[in-house]
């Protein structure tokens, strides 16, 4: 069945420095999300990405997708506290079945 | 607007007891979803619900049932509680066409 990774599972960096974890898809995926959870929180939608090839920013954070659709990243420029917590991506491979990656735990140190 | 509901928020159930956690959404939106998060195994989809009168299976469907009861609820059933189901479980919603995929606050289950 379809999986997906992230790596690396956890970042640790001081404030200011950047940060960028990777998400990889056994199958081609239509479409990838990411989301960012807080400790003892839900998970929030942050962007989607659609096209092969695509980048999008959200202020500090870069978001891209692979030319072949199975692979997918989102770099963050200067972190800061409020970055706190686990990022995931998402990939739909099949209608509607939306499979997480196993996560990116991000803590920064002020 | 209260988006999608969960309940219970917190439940301890003992080995073979069985329950049923409730969602519900008022969006309109036609695909639902149940997630389990373990500590460091991210979340995995339980079963999922592309429209009103569907299910499918997801990655860990053993052990649990659903329901789609109707477009707005989306119920997910242990018939038979094991240790193993200690977890929490997330509800979801989609919208159709949509990219926005809407969580439920969670649901902490501890099976002692």
């Given at each position: 069945?379809?999986?997906?990774?992230?790596?690396?599972?956890?970042?640790?960096?001081?404030?200011?420095?950047d940060f960028t974890t990777y998400c990889?898809?056994?199958?081609?995926?239509?479409?990838i999300?990411w989301?960012?959870?807080?400790?003892?929180?839900?998970?929030?939608?942050l962007i989607?990405l659609?096209?092969?090839g695509e980048v999008k920013k959200q202020k500090r954070l870069t978001f891209q997708f692979g030319?072949?659709?199975?692979?997918s990243s989102l770099h963050i420029t200067a972190t800061?506290?409020?970055d706190?917590?686990?990022y995931?991506c998402?990939?739909?491979?099949?209608?509607?079945?939306?499979?997480?990656?196993?996560?990116?735990?991000?803590?920064?140190?002020? | 607007?209260?988006?999608?509901?969960?309940?219970?928020?917190?439940?301890?159930?003992?080995?073979?007891?069985?329950?049923?956690?409730?969602?519900?959404?008022?969006?309109?939106?036609?695909?639902?979803?149940?997630?389990?998060?373990?500590?460091?195994?991210?979340?995995?989809?339980?079963?999922?619900?592309?429209?009103?009168?569907?299910?499918?299976?997801?990655?860990?469907?053993?052990?649990?049932?659903?329901?789609?009861?109707?477009?707005?609820?989306?119920?997910?059933?242990?018939?038979?509680?094991?240790?193993?189901?200690?977890?929490?479980?997330?509800?979801?919603?989609?919208?159709?066409?949509?990219?926005?995929?809407?969580?439920?606050?969670?649901?902490?289950?501890?099976?002692?």
């Amino acid at each position: 069945g379809q999986q997906v990774m992230q790596i690396p599972q956890y970042q640790h960096v001081q404030e200011g420095e950047d940060f960028t974890t990777y998400c990889n898809s056994s199958t081609t995926l239509s479409n990838i999300q990411w989301y960012k959870q807080r400790p003892g929180g839900h998970p929030v939608f942050l962007i989607q990405l659609v096209k092969s090839g695509e980048v999008k920013k959200q202020k500090r954070l870069t978001f891209q997708f692979g030319e072949a659709k199975k692979n997918s990243s989102l770099h963050i420029t200067a972190t800061q506290t409020t970055d706190v917590g686990t990022y995931f991506c998402a990939g739909d491979g099949a209608t509607n079945k939306l499979i997480f990656g196993t996560g990116t735990l991000l803590a920064v140190q002020p | 607007n209260a988006g999608v509901t969960q309940t219970p928020k917190f439940q301890v159930l003992k080995t073979g007891q069985s329950m049923t956690l409730q969602c519900a959404q008022d969006m309109n939106h036609n695909s639902m979803y149940w997630y389990r998060q373990d500590p460091g195994m991210g979340l995995r989809l339980i079963y999922y619900s592309a429209s009103e009168g569907t299910t499918d299976k997801g990655e860990v469907p053993n052990g649990y049932n659903v329901s789609r009861l109707n477009k707005r609820e989306f119920s997910l059933r242990l018939e038979s509680a094991a240790p193993s189901q200690t977890s929490v479980y997330f509800c979801a919603s989609l919208l159709k066409g949509g990219n926005t995929i809407y969580f439920g606050e969670g649901s902490w289950l501890t099976v002692v």
